[in-house]
């Protein structure tokens, strides 16, 4: 059983930015699959970005792709998103999630993630 743990959300106005953070409560086994999704009041959960088996690639929402930049530290076990120029839209309760076995075509199904965090708030708003 992984934990995963996030952090470094808030409130922050249009234009500006946050760091998000989840940490693992161990090192996961390579290759694993680490991924944000999040989900709006009202909306299913949705795809965010994720970090296919171990850093083979990083693959983003056409929403978020060049705004958000993910990157990952196996060091630390941790996952960071990096969010600019953050629009109302953003707004959500944003989730870490891992899988050990995820292959590409599942990617954004959020179904298909064995492990979750308990989310983060972020709220874009004036």
């Known amino acids: 059983q992984v934990h995963l743990v996030e952090s470094g959300g808030g409130l922050v106005p249009p234009g500006g930015s946050l760091r998000l953070s989840c940490k693992a409560s161990?090192?996961?086994?390579?290759?694993?699959?680490m991924a944000w999704f999040r989900q709006a009041p009202g909306k299913e959960r949705e795809f965010v970005a994720a970090d296919f088996r171990s850093g083979q690639r990083t693959y983003y929402a056409d929403s978020v792709k060049g705004r958000f930049t993910m990157s990952r530290d196996r060091a630390e076990s941790a996952v960071y998103l990096q969010m600019n120029d953050l629009k109302p839209e953003d707004t959500a309760v944003y989730y870490c999630?891992?899988?050990?076995?995820?292959?590409?075509?599942?990617?954004?199904?959020?179904?298909?993630?064995?492990?979750w965090g308990r989310g983060a708030q972020v709220t874009v708003s004036s």
């Open positions: 999630a891992a899988d050990r076995h995820l292959i590409l075509s599942s990617l954004r199904l959020s179904s298909q993630y064995d492990f």
């Open positions: 161990e090192r996961p086994v390579h290759p694993t699959t």
